[in-house]
């Protein structure tokens, strides 16, 4: 590969990123970061389309059973990580669309 890129186009590409959503930092030293191939919002978008769809507001539903259930194999929110999905619904919670609530075996979540 001809050449480098400099330092300051680096920063510029992940500032640029940031400002669009899809990369986090990870430290205040700004040397380790997420990058997002999907926003939250668009996963949540994503999942409750899935959801109205199906006619399933006002159901629960465990994080297991929405990234690795067998419904929702087809979905491109399938095996998201844990993470992203909990960001995910954290973004539907504060749209009043879906609730994160705690169960026996973990945490689930009710959609409106």
């Given at each position: 590969?001809?050449?480098k ?95 994160i609530?705690?169960?026996d ?8």
């Amino acid at each position: 590969f001809p050449g480098k890129l400099p330092l300051e186009a680096i920063q510029v590409v992940l500032e640029e990123l940031r400002k669009n959503g899809n990369l986090e930092w990870l430290d205040k030293n700004k040397s380790s970061f997420l990058i997002m191939w999907r926003r939250p919002e668009e996963w949540g978008k994503l999942i409750y389309q899935w959801v109205s769809k199906n006619g399933l507001t006002n159901s629960v539903f465990t994080l297991y059973e929405l990234a690795s259930g067998d419904d929702t194999e087809n979905e491109e929110f399938h095996g998201l990580d844990e993470t992203m999905l909990l960001r995910a619904l954290q973004a539907l919670q504060q749209e009043h669309k879906a609730e994160i609530i705690t169960l026996d075996d973990g945490r689930g979540v009710k959609f409106f």
